[in-house]
């Protein structure tokens, strides 16, 4: 099947350039006007959330849209991999216990659509008594729109928060070996090397090691090489570019990365960066408010935060992003739209980038100079939010089967880690996985 409705190496969204400062965190009350938000009063809602920043900031204000509306609303947030499982087993019923469901795009937009489970909120959006007037098409990043909408136009959800994976760094283990922030790969891998000191504990590199978490850092790596793991419906996995990418990816973890790292996902890469013997990790923007969290981190006041450095062909800031969308099986499909419609509006997206908690899809509020003074992180995280939208590229496959694919290209990458040929491991992985991904488009 080809995918032209997603073109992974376009440029996708600008958001706004502003000096912000750290600044405390700016409350917004609700403005929204022309909807009737009382109109499904005492209606109940049952919300299925990923558990992440995202999903505690929508329970954290989640009295505000019940007071609002007069819905009751029921939320749950559960880690992404069973939130996954149990949202295929409940939607394959056809009779979810959920009227909304946070959707991780990177991973279940071709499911979702190929099993029709998410109602079509085209009709509601062009609905005056439904939706309040800034909320447009064309206020949506360009990333969030290939994400939100299928090959024919059809809205299956809101884009809700892009996450652009870039590089955090120690300063002040940088400043003490005298090296420059890398800007191309041959200096990210010289920089790891040098930065590491075994004897005192002390590691260059960190990223995930973990099968399948590991997949998506690999995948960075090879849009630096000018490719995607999947073109027009096509595996790129065995190519050279895919191999290079392996190989650099041995080679960061092999010489430059702490023992263990392959029982690594982003929550120990995290650890290990808090706790200051960590040069640099590679992952997403955000999970940056621990790292300026005093009660939580040793190297408040140290941390980098740094583009991706560019690759032999070109530079690209790996993009992922989520989104929330009503269940085809609802019996409360307007109400939940009304939820959808609150969790991206400008006032909880403001929440949500102030807080470094993630980053809307709306332009309208990355680009607001009233939100941007709001955001409590560094004026540098900020900057590489900004530089990142110039050069984001979609980093995982758009296709059904991407547990399978993180789960078959993830044993070939951990088998890297220990010592495995990366040619051999690639095409290996890829001639496993090639029938799964027949088998999916059929």
């Given amino acids: 099947m080809s995918m032209n409705f997603v ?20 409350g917004l009350k609700p403005a929204f006007a022309n909807v009737d938000w009382k ?7 049952e919300v ?6 995202r999903g ?7 009295k505000e849209f019940e007071e609002l509306t007069g819905i009751k609303v029921n939320s749950e947030q559960t880690p992404e991999q069973q939130q996954r499982q149990k949202a295929v087993i409940e939607l394959t019923s056809g009779k979810p216990s959920f009227d909304v469901i946070h959707i991780s795009y990177h991973v279940q937009k071709r499911q979702f659509e190929k099993g029709g489970w998410l109602a079509d909120l085209t009709p509601f959006l062009k609905d005056p008594s439904l939706t309040e007037p800034s909320l447009t098409e064309s206020d949506f ?19 809700f928060s892009v996450d652009y994976w870039m590089i955090y760094w120690n300063k002040e283990l940088f400043a003490a070996k005298g090296v420059e922030y890398p800007t191309t790969f041959e200096e990210l891998v010289a920089a790891a090397e040098k930065l590491t000191d075994r004897d005192n504990g002390v590691y260059g590199f960190v990223a995930r090691g973990m099968k399948n978490a590991n997949t998506p850092v690999w995948a960075s790596l090879m849009l630096g090489y000018g490719k995607s793991t999947v073109e027009d419906g096509k595996l790129e996995t065995a190519t050279q570019e895919s191999i290079d990418a392996a190989t650099l990816y041995q080679r960061l973890m092999t010489k430059s990365a702490p023992p263990g790292v392959t029982g690594f996902n982003w929550a120990e890469c995290q650890s290990s960066f808090l706790q200051g013997k960590v040069a640099m990790w590679l992952d997403g923007i955000g999970f940056a408010p621990p790292l300026e969290d005093p009660k939580k981190s040793r190297v408040v006041g140290k941390v980098g935060y740094g583009l991706m450095p560019k690759g032999p062909a070109a530079q690209a800031a790996p993009t992922f992003g989520d989104g929330i969308g009503v269940t085809e099986g609802s019996a409360n499909k307007e109400a939940a739209y009304l939820y959808c419609q609150w969790a991206i509006s400008k006032e909880m997206g403001a929440r949500l980038l102030q807080s470094g ?4 899809f709306r332009n309208s509020i990355v680009n607001d100079p009233e939100v941007l003074k709001g955001v409590t992180m560094p004026q540098e995280w900020a900057k590489v939010l900004s530089e990142s ?3 984001s590229q979609l980093c995982l496959p758009v296709i059904v089967p991407v547990t399978e694919f993180r789960d078959v290209m993830g044993v070939g990458l951990t088998n890297i880690i220990g010592g495995a040929d990366p040619a051999t491991e690639m095409k290996r992985a890829t001639e496993e996985f090639a029938p799964i991904l027949a088998r999916s488009e059929g």
């Fill in 7 to 26: 073109k992974p190496t376009r440029r996708q969204f600008l958001a706004g350039t502003a000096a912000l400062g750290a600044v405390s965190f700016a």
């Fill in 39 to 45: 109109k499904f009063a005492g209606t109940t809602l």
């Fill in 48 to 53: 299925n959330l990923i558990k992440s920043p």
């Fill in 56 to 62: 505690d900031i929508l329970q954290k204000y989640q």
């Fill in 141 to 159: 990043a360009e990333a969030g729109l290939a994400f939100a909408k299928d090959k024919n136009g059809r809205f299956g959800g809101l884009p």
């Fill in 357 to 360: 908690s993630g980053v809307p």
């Fill in 389 to 391: 939208a110039k050069v």
